[in-house]
Nanobody, 114 residues
Framework: QVQLMESGGNLLQPGGSLRLSCAAS????????MGWYRQAPGKQREPVAT???????GYAASVKGRFTISRDNAKDTVYLQMNKLKPEDTAVYYC????????WGQGTQVTVSS
């Protein structure tokens, strides 16, 4: 069973930047389309960005132009660069396979507050 590990979350002020990282047990991320998802308090988990195995990215309208998803297949890691953060970006962020989901990891908390 794949174990996903997200890291990089933090508490920061509006307008700030943060980079999240996603790794997994075994060198497998490079083979799959991957996504970043988030779940805000009281809301359903939603996808925010996706990246194909060959690097084609897609974004939710709410983050387009502010977030950048990338991957380093040599390190088998997927990243989410988040800029111009807003309070409404506050959520637990998760990575997972795009399509056939694996078991969710613990996520990483991002809190944007003044």
């Amino acid at each position: 069973q794949v174990q996903l590990m997200e890291s990089g979350g933090n508490l920061l002020q509006p307008g700030g930047s943060l980079r999240l990282s996603c790794a997994a047990s075994g060198s497998i991320l490079r083979m799959y389309d991957m996504g970043w998802y988030r779940q805000a308090p009281g809301k359903q988990r939603e996808p925010v960005a996706t990246i194909s195995s060959d690097g084609v990215a897609g974004y939710a309208a709410s983050v387009k132009g502010r977030f950048t998803i990338s991957r380093d297949n040599a390190k088998d890691t997927v990243y989410l660069q988040m800029n111009k953060l807003k309070p409404e970006d506050t959520a637990v962020y998760y990575c997972n396979r795009w399509g056939a989901l694996w078991r969710w990891g613990q996520g990483t908390q991002v809190t944007v507050s003044s």
